[in-house]
C-alpha cells in the first residue's frame, strides 16, 4: 500500500513563496507519475501540475510560470515549487501518485494554503 504525506502548507502573503513537500512509501515511487491537486472551498478539484516518471510536466493555465513541480527518486519526494502566490490560490492542497498523468491511483490527506491579500 502507497501512502503519500504532504507538508509545507501555511499562510502567506500574496506574492509570496511556499514549496510543498510529499513524501511517499513504498520502492515503487520512481516508476509512476506524481501530480498536485487543489481545492478551494465551494469548488471542484483540479489538478494543478504533474510530473512523470521520466520527468515530463503539465500544469494547468492558472500556475504556469508561477509553480513548479520537481521530483527526487533518491528521497522517494515530490516538490511544488509555488511562487508570486495569489489569493486565489488558496486551497487544500493535495498530492498523487498513478500509472501516468492526470491518473492518480493514490491520494494524500492534504495541506491547507492560503493567501492572503
Known amino acids: 500500500q502507497v501512502q503519500l504525506v504532504e507538508s509545507g502548507g501555511g499562510l502567506v502573503q500574496a506574492g509570496g513563496s511556499l514549496r510543498l513537500s510529499c513524501a511517499a512509501s513504498?520502492?515503487?515511487?520512481?516508476?509512476?507519475?506524481m501530480g498536485w491537486y487543489r481545492q478551494a472551498p465551494g469548488k471542484q478539484r483540479e489538478a494543478v501540475a504533474g510530473?512523470?516518471?521520466?520527468?515530463?510536466?503539465n500544469y494547468a493555465d492558472s500556475v504556469k510560470g508561477r509553480f513548479f513541480i520537481s521530483r527526487d527518486n533518491a528521497k522517494n519526494t515530490v516538490y511544488l515549487q509555488m511562487n508570486s502566490l495569489k489569493p486565489e490560490d488558496t486551497a487544500v492542497y493535495y498530492c498523487?501518485?498513478?500509472?501516468?498523468?492526470?491518473?492518480?491511483?493514490?491520494w494524500g490527506q492534504g495541506t491547507q494554503v492560503t493567501v492572503s491579500s
Open positions: 513504498g520502492s515503487i515511487f520512481s516508476i509512476y507519475a
Open positions: 498523487t501518485l498513478g500509472p501516468r498523468l492526470g491518473c492518480p491511483d493514490y
Open positions: 510530473i512523470s516518471n521520466g520527468g515530463t510536466t
